[in-house]
């Protein structure tokens, strides 16, 4: 299975979730292949926000090696499923999808919810990686059936 974490600029939301679910994947034992991307350009080529690296690191999780890429049409096709933090993120995505199936793909992250961008809230750091990690475990539990 191979799965797509997308926020908006692919340094703090998606690269957590990304390493989390990652993380959690390798524990359990499964062939499941997790990465993460961003519909905004700021950040290509980057490393995650040094913020969601310091949180990740508290709790075992290295996320220290990542890269911001950009999200685009070709993901479709290397991805099972694809989700998205926020609803913006959830509409730029759908925007580049070619057909009903690319966006069948496309589900929000919390299914009823965002999660809080905590780029500018130093804050909210630790709250999104609970949530995050919270949502990984769900992921593992429902997607391994």
């Known amino acids: 299975m191979k799965i797509l974490m997308v926020c908006l600029g692919n340094i703090c939301r998606s690269?957590?979730?990304h390493g989390i679910l990652a993380h959690l994947v390798a524990e359990s034992g499964l062939d499941w292949q997790v990465d993460s991307a961003g519909t905004g350009d700021?950040?290509?080529?980057k490393e995650p926000d040094r913020r969601?690296?310091?949180v990740a690191h508290k709790y075992g999780v290295d996320i220290s090696a990542q890269r911001a890429r950009l999200f685009v049409s070709d993901f479709f096709d290397l991805?099972?499923?694809i989700y998205v933090m926020d609803r913006n993120n959830?509409?730029?995505v759908?925007?580049?999808a070619r057909n009903a199936a690319d966006k069948d793909k496309v589900r929000m992250f919390l299914p009823d919810g965002i999660v809080p961008d905590p780029y500018?809230?130093?804050n909210q750091?630790?709250?999104v990686f609970h949530m995050i990690e919270q949502r990984c475990r769900e992921l593992i539990r429902d997607l391994a059936k």
Do not use: C, M, Q, T
Not at 42 to 45: E, K, M, P
């Open 15 to 17: 690269p957590l979730a």
């Open 125 to 127: 750091f630790e709250p």
């Open 90 to 92: 959830y509409r730029d």
């Open 120 to 122: 500018f809230d130093e």
């Open 94 to 96: 759908l925007a580049k």
């Open 52 to 54: 969601s690296i310091a």
């Open 42 to 45: 700021w950040h290509v080529g």
């Open 79 to 81: 991805y099972d499923y």
